[in-house]
């Protein structure tokens, strides 16, 4: 049992990194083909002086850098602190338009918006395990060093 759990720690960062990857340029390509939906849920929100085309294929774009940053394991701490930062929009949304939403009633729109929270969560697991292994690497060459 206890090779399980090592194989699971091994892998577990690399799998929630690839997978957030796929999320995020998954969602960043949608935005870039049909910018309509994203638009609309702008327009609706605490966020409609954003509701313009520019505005969506930016967000597509960056969203589509993180998931290749993510899923290159390059600058993992920084992509992930953009998908946090990305992800406290929709999260934005969900609890300032209740209207919209039916916040904090269950509506598909409302989950739509809520699943950013467990994405938001995986975001700022893959940071905290990025600082980790940043300080580990860090205290391997100064123990090699001395």
């Known amino acids: 049992m206890q090779s399980v759990f090592r194989l699971t720690e091994r892998n577990s960062s690399p799998f929630l990194r690839f997978s957030l990857a796929i999320v995020f340029a998954w969602y960043g390509a949608l935005k870039l083909i049909n910018p309509a939906s994203a638009i609309h849920l702008l327009h609706v929100s605490v966020f409609s002086f954003l509701a313009s085309p520019v505005c969506v294929y930016i967000l597509g774009s960056a969203e589509i850098i993180v998931g290749l940053l993510l899923a290159f394991g390059l600058w993992v701490r920084y ?25 904090p009633q269950l509506t598909l729109l409302g989950e739509f918006l809520l699943k950013d929270l467990v ?28």
């Open 119 to 146: 994405l938001g969560a995986a975001a700022l697991s893959l940071v905290a395990a990025s600082a980790a292994k940043q300080r580990q690497v860090a205290q391997m060459k100064k123990a090699h060093l001395a």
């Open 79 to 103: 992509a992930s602190s953009l998908a946090l930062l990305i992800l406290l929009g929709p999260l934005t949304i969900f609890l300032t338009s209740p209207a919209l939403t039916g916040f």
